[in-house]
């Protein structure tokens, strides 16, 4: 015979179903705020007046061509509307489209796997609430032969590394908050670590600045750089784009600051400077 259950217990069950229910079906607008912390918006928005977000356009220039951000509204056509959570999960994870091809590592999934499940259902939520878009997402202009996507799985298994954020057990939740945030939903190191002739990521330069070609550069993180610059100063250029002194950010870490940096909340600013105040400071990129 089943046990009956009381008033109270019955509420609680019936309150750890709905949990256990929205929990699966994601949050939209926690994942809002999980787009920001990505930068969703910066690499998946054309750069004009008036573009829609998310729909896609958006040129990023490399040594290898010019790739283009797609649309990843929920146009069934145009955007991601056919996909389902899991081809959204295994684009993030895998750095895989739907139809198994592999993604090009300009869409920073080498990152982006460490993304935990929760988060990735999240942002799967707030992604199918967008308007749709009927812009249909620009082909890479790539130089020969880096426009074949078959000789990528090499690339994977010299440079990529699949699997969800672990916490360092020696370093405090706070600094662990701090490298999720730059690690994964961040990808910091897409641009501020230096990658050698093939595109893969210095590991042993890990967010020492890099060189990013048409004679920009991105800036050191480590402590060699920040240990001049206290604390607030880094949350204050993080939320404004401008320096103690009066600097204000170059163009592309203006953007990121706008759309990403002085979106998240003090409690996540405060992890952010925490982890780059723990790496070992390494030298500048040489010039």
Known sequence: MLPVLGPAAAGLLLLGCAWAVLAQQGDAQRGQYLSKAAGCVGCNTEARDNAQPYA??????????????????????????RWTEPDFARALREGRRPDGAHYFPAFPYPSFTRINDQDVRDLWAYLRTLPPSSRQSEPHDLKFPFGWRWPLWVWKLLFFSAGAFTPDPSESVVVNRGSYLVNALGHCGECHTPRNFLGGMKRSRHLAGAKLGEGTSSSNLTPTRLKKKSDAEIKDFLQTGMTPDGDVAAESMAEVVRNTTSQLTPADLDAVVAYLRSLPPLPDEPK
Request: aromatic share 12%.
């Open 56 to 81: 896609g356009g958006r040129a990023l220039k490399t040594p290898f061509g010019t790739f283009y951000g797609p649309n990843i509204t929920p146009h069934r056509e145009a955007g991601i509307g």
